[in-house]
């Protein structure tokens, strides 16, 4: 799928889960949160020209909770979800 950024600008995303997952936007990864652990959470940054960019979410589970969440903040956004109005295929 596809990711819309509102604005030009450095966006940071944060990424818990229980157990592994990763964040990539086209061919950077920008969150890698891989490996069996409990609910953890990790956060990364990158710089996006307004616009649809290509975004993929991996995740597994093993044991345990099965947690998965994604926020992100960035010019004139405070950190929140993500909201669906802003993901395309």
Known sequence: GFIDAPETGVYTFWLDSDDG???????????DNDG????LEKSGRIA???GLHP????YFEKTGQDDLELEW???GLK???IPSSRFAR
Do not use: D, F, K
Request: charged share 10%; aromatic share 0%.
């Open 21 to 31: 997952s990763r964040l990539q936007i086209g061919n950077t990864t920008v969150v």
């Open 36 to 39: 069996l652990h409990s609910a």
């Open 48 to 50: 996006l020209s307004a």
């Open 55 to 58: 975004i993929t979410v991996e």
């Open 73 to 75: 903040s960035g010019p």
């Open 79 to 81: 950190r929140s979800s």
